[in-house]
């Protein structure tokens, strides 16, 4: 008899075409991934995360696509998507944060997300930038690519370690 994990609503944020749903897709592809029922089509994106001996699931969203009612379903994270050769989607994700900090006054974990580092001389936004903008909204920056699979496993790590910390800060 195991425990029923713990279940964690993850919002994804950003313009088309940066990047949100290969992402959500790669995560499937983590050695972190756990036994409990994983699913992915559309509108359910839930993954099994098995970190530190314990197990999550974590939900992604795309307010967009996904029909979700957040009267009923407390989200419990953002990850704010920008394409790193697309300076204008880094303008959205820079006003996305302050949204989410000053309009929705949320505490909730939140991680700006640079993807396609692998276009490397199509770059048009830098990791220094990046990591301004995160900590100027006090959130936690990670660069990815989800075509390479790089540093994703990572991003679902720390979307699960910042979510546990925000709810056990001891
Ligand atoms: P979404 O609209 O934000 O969900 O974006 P998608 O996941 O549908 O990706 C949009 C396009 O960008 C697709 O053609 C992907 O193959 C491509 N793409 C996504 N991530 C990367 C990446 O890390 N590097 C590169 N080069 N292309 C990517």
């Known amino acids: 008899n195991r425990p029923m994990p713990d279940n964690f609503t993850v919002v994804v944020l950003g313009p088309p075409g940066v990047g949100k749903a290969s992402l959500t897709s790669q995560f499937m592809t983590s050695e972190f991934i756990g036994v409990s029922d994983n699913t992915y089509r559309d509108g359910e994106k839930t993954i099994s ?4 001996g314990e197990e999550s699931t974590l939900n992604f969203v795309d307010p967009v696509i ?10 419990d994270a953002f990850i704010v998507v920008f394409s790193t050769n697309d ?8 006003d996305t944060l302050h949204q989410l900090r000053h309009e929705f ?7 700006l997300v640079a993807n396609k580092i692998d ?4 770059r048009q936004v830098t990791a220094d930038e ?8 006090d959130c936690k920056y990670a660069e990815t690519s989800a075509a390479l699979n790089h540093h994703v496993d990572e991003l679902l790590v720390g979307i699960l370690s910042q979510i546990r910390l925000q709810n056990d800060p001891e």
């Open 119 to 122: 276009l490397v001389r199509k």
């Open 130 to 137: 990046g990591r301004a903008v995160a900590s100027q909204f």
């Open 87 to 94: 300076r204008s989607s880094f303008d959205v994700a820079a």
């Open 105 to 111: 006054v949320t505490n909730k974990a939140i991680i």
């Open 49 to 52: 995360v098995l970190l530190d």
């Open 66 to 75: 996904d029909e979700v009612d957040f009267e009923e379903t407390p989200i």
